[in-house]
Nanobody
Framework: QVQLVDAGGGLVQAGASLRLSCTVSGRTSSMYTMGWFRQAPGKDREFVATINWSGDRTSYADSVKGRFTISGDNAKNTVYLQMNNLEPEDTAVYYC?????????????????WGQGTQVTVSS
């Protein structure tokens, strides 16, 4: 059973940084696509970033490009989302997602497994 535990959220001021982490357990293959999504109150869950586990392919939503960086540590079975220059518009619950195989990874339906979510709140 694949399980994802995401963590690292918090309350910060605009311009600050946070690093989210997502630890994966139970995966039986090294060929996974990982992603981060976020959901603000009253809005749909939206794509933030994706990476294949070998780390040679990443993709970002336009709204976070240049500010957020997704990376992975295969030895620790952990994927990170480094978020810099945070804006109030980044306030949301952030969810880690995983799926076996290599997929484009920009849509919710691409993913089989989800973390429980971690709250990020950015004050102005």
């Amino acid at each position: 059973q694949v399980q994802l535990v995401d963590a690292g959220g918090g309350l910060v001021q605009a311009g600050a940084s946070l690093r989210l982490s997502c630890t994966v357990s139970g995966r039986t293959s090294s060929m996974y696509t990982m992603g981060w999504f976020r959901q603000a109150p009253g809005k749909d869950r939206e794509f933030v970033a994706t990476i294949n586990w070998s780390g040679d392919r990443t993709s970002y939503a336009d709204s976070v490009k240049g500010r957020f960086t997704i990376s992975g540590d295969n030895a620790k079975n952990t994927v990170y989302l480094q978020m810099n220059n945070l804006e109030p518009e980044d306030t949301a619950v952030y969810y880690c997602a995983a799926t076996p195989g290599i997929v484009r990874g920009r849509q919710k339906i691409d993913y089989a497994y989800w973390g429980q979510g971690t709250q990020v709140t950015v004050s102005s």
